[in-house]
T-cell receptor
Framework: NAGVTQTPKFQVLKTGQSMTLQCAQD?????MSWYRQDPGMGLRLIHY???????DQGEVPNGYNVSRSTTEDFPLRLLSAAPSQTSVYFC??????????????FGPGTRLTVT | GESVGLHLPTLSVQEGDNSIINCAYS??????FIWYKQESGKGPQFIID?????DKRQGQRVTVLLNKTVKHLSLQIAATQPGDSAVYFC????????????FGKGTLLTVNP
């Protein structure tokens, strides 16, 4: 299993540009999440999904959109990039059965810089 | 412990010593806690978890202690090795779902050879 994969690893955008961060998992996990991590901060939840076709907002959703058309993929879209969105973005997935495990499996991250 | 502002708490230990990393969590209704390790340039990796009906859980070289009275969690690493150098995060879950983890700001552990 590849686990959770993210592309690209690095990206530089100009203010106002849009782009999509890709995330895929091959563990058949129901739950997927997007976090951002800023220097000296913990991870903050942007959006999450409890299954294909179902998404919801997390703590810091403004400026981001998500969709979940398949179990495997959970792309994060930046609609109009702003310097405040410069961050490292992590995608995570986990089982839907809480009795199995609450563990979230994280991807390697995408480092985004907005100039 | 928890960080203030943008600066992570740091813990520096000698190789072979035991390390204790502390975390204060926020919600008395939290029912599940996880410790993650994050090495530079990588995503967080699961270390150990504990449910709220327990006060101690042991893994390989790691022990997590939970004190619900004071909402405190600690991670003990035995015989710390240079490969343990990383940022350690605690995370809590409440509400019975496993997609809304709330993360602490992390502690930087540096192991000196």
């Amino acid at each position: 299993n590849a686990g959770v994969t993210q592309t690209p690893k690095f990206q530089v955008l100009k203010t106002g540009q849009s782009m999509t961060l890709q995330c895929a998992q091959d563990m058949n996990h129901e739950y997927m999440s997007w976090y951002r991590q800023d220097p000296g901060m913990g991870l903050r939840l942007i959006h999450y999904s409890v299954g294909a076709g179902i998404t919801d907002q997390g703590e810091v959703p403004n400026g981001y959109n998500v969709s979940r058309s398949t179990t495997e993929d959970f792309p994060l879209r930046l609609l109009s990039a702003a310097p405040s969105q410069t961050s490292v973005y992590f995608c995570a997935s986990s089982y839907g059965q809480v009795s199995v495990s609450y563990e979230q499996y994280f991807g390697p991250g995408t480092r985004l810089t907005v100039t | 412990g928890e960080s203030v502002g943008l600066h992570l708490p740091t813990l520096s230990v000698q190789e072979g010593d035991n390390s204790i990393i502390n975390c204060a969590y926020s919600n008395s209704a939290s029912d599940y806690f996880i410790w993650y390790k994050q090495e530079s340039g990588k995503g967080p990796q699961f270390i150990i978890d504990i449910r709220s009906n327990m006060d101690k859980r042991q893994g390989q070289r790691v022990t997590v202690l939970l004190n619900k009275t004071v909402k405190h969690l600690s991670l003990q690493i035995a015989a710390t090795q240079p490969g343990d150098s990383a940022v350690y995060f605690c995370a809590e879950n409440f509400g019975g779902s496993n997609y809304k983890l709330t993360f602490g700001k992390g502690t930087l552990l540096t192991v000196n050879p």
